[in-house]
């Protein structure tokens, strides 16, 4: 995108005279961008400048570090660019936007039609290896030839999937020359347990439950679907809360994970909702009540009515066993000690304990060059001018749904425009 951006600025304006070159360590362009999304490539979500940043993006510093780029380059004008290129896309009903071909590959595809049209000589298994700045001039070593710019655009990418070529060799380069690197850590990864869950969980999968991380004192909170996996958990909650695991489990050394399976209700209003379900059900046993019971059921249309999907069979003889009830108690023989601990359980229910989550198994990886030493308006480097930093290698991370290579795509947008004005 800064690129392409950056070539037909200066091809529109005329008297800029500057040749643009893109360096790739692969052997092809958007490697990340043709798996992104299983292969289907999430490009961006549809909404507001406003909307993206609410909801993509959790940290108020990096929202308010995005917030011009995305003004800049929204997700509609990413969809008419594409649009332009014969890509056409379609919206889920959760506001994700995807190619409607179901190809990932048909975005990098596009991007590279455009950087050909435009001139933008492009350099495959070429790997920047350092950038140097002497007497006005950057000097880039890689491994194929030695190069002079004016202006550098960093635009190498978090470190997770390091195969992709993702190898956080651009942080190496940018702390060189200067910058402050926040540690890397795993973001939109899958998070595994000290103990696996139970193999008869496995696959087995808790719709909009409240997943709960604590250590030293500390307890975050996601709300969102939860599956169960042969190693831990994934889906949307799990990847989504795995960022602040990661770094509860940097600073406490550990962290544990609990389901809230009514994160409507406070405890109060759960155990005055359970008694009065409790004096009319009598002799049903508490097994079938959990069976058919909807997780996170709204706290004004009781238990039965919500839907949202049930406790999962499989889950709910863990549930009675954490109690500590007899498997075939019924409300009526339910002591009130007994129904405090299915209380406990049902907002606590233990899933283990993490000690880290894997940073290359994430989608994203956070940490990076410290936005604070970026200009959010040019995405120029504070610490070394005409050095330009854009995208994953900067210190912040999205959430699932297109968001983060919308702000690689608008960071790398600013960042283009801004570049070219240094030549
Ligand atoms: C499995 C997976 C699925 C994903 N799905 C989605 C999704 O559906 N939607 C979404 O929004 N985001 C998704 N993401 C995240 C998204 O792909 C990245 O956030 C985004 O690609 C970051 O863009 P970037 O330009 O900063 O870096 P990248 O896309 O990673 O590009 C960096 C490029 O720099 C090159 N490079 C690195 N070092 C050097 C060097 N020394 N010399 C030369 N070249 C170098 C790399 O080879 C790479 O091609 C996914 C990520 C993964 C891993």
């Not at 969809?79 to 919206?91: A, D, F, N, Q």
């Not at 379900?277 to 009515?305: D, T, Y």
Request: proline share 4%; hydrophobic share 40%.
């Amino acid at each position: 995108m800064s690129a392409a951006i950056a070539a037909r600025r200066g091809a529109e304006a005329s008297g800029i005279a500057c040749s643009i070159t893109l360096l790739e360590r692969n052997q092809r362009l958007g490697t990340k961008i043709r798996i992104s999304g299983g292969g289907k490539c999430n490009v961006t979500h549809q909404g507001t400048p406003a909307e993206m940043l609410e909801q993509g993006f959790l940290r108020l510093n990096e929202r308010r570090f995005l917030r011009n780029a995305l003004y800049g380059f929204s997700s509609s004008d990413l969809l008419e660019l594409l649009h332009s290129r014969g890509v056409e896309t379609e919206v889920r009903p959760d506001g994700k936007v995807f190619p409607l071909s179901g190809d990932a590959s048909s975005v990098a595809l596009a991007f590279e039609e455009l950087l050909k049209e435009l001139s933008v000589q492009l350099l495959f298994s070429c790997r920047v290896r350092s950038v140097e700045r002497k007497d006005g001039l950057f000097h880039i070593t890689t491994t194929a030839e030695t190069l002079t710019a004016d202006a550098v655009i960093l635009a190498t990418g978090g470190v997770s999937y390091s195969a992709t070529g993702t190898t956080g060799d651009g942080l190496v380069i940018a702390r060189k020359l200067g910058h402050t690197i926040k540690e890397p850590s795993a973001a939109l990864a899958p998070v595994f347990t000290l103990k696996a869950p139970p193999a008869s969980l496995s696959g087995v999968s808790l719709r909009s439950a409240g997943l709960v991380a604590s250590a030293g004192g500390k307890c975050i909170e996601r709300r969102g679907d939860l599956l169960f996996t042969h190693r831990g958990f994934s889906g949307p909650a799990a990847l989504s809360l795995s960022r602040d695991i990661a770094e509860l489990c940097r600073d406490f050394g550990s962290a544990s994970l609990f389901a809230d399976l009514f994160p409507e209700h406070n405890p109060a209003e759960l155990d005055h909702q359970l008694l009065q379900h409790a004096r009319k059900h009598g002799a049903q046993m508490v097994r079938k009540f959990l069976q058919i019971c909807p997780i996170a059921p709204s706290l004004k249309k009781g238990f039965i009515e919500a839907p949202y999907g049930t406790i999962p069979t499989a889950l709910v003889p863990f549930i009675i066993r954490h109690a500590l009830l007899e498997i075939d108690i019924t409300w009526s023989t339910l002591q009130k000690e007994q129904r405090q601990s299915l209380l406990t359980v049902l907002k606590r229910f233990p899933l283990g304990t993490v000690r880290n989550v894997p940073l290359d198994q994430g989608e994203v990886s956070a940490g990076g060059i410290l936005l604070g030493e970026v200009n959010p308006k040019t995405m120029q480097s504070r610490v070394l001018p005409n050095l330009f930093l854009c995208g994953e290698l900067l210190d912040y991370a999205g959430e699932i749904g297109g968001y983060n290579l919308q702000a690689a795509i608008s960071t790398g947008w600013t960042a283009g425009i801004n570049a070219l004005k240094k030549c």
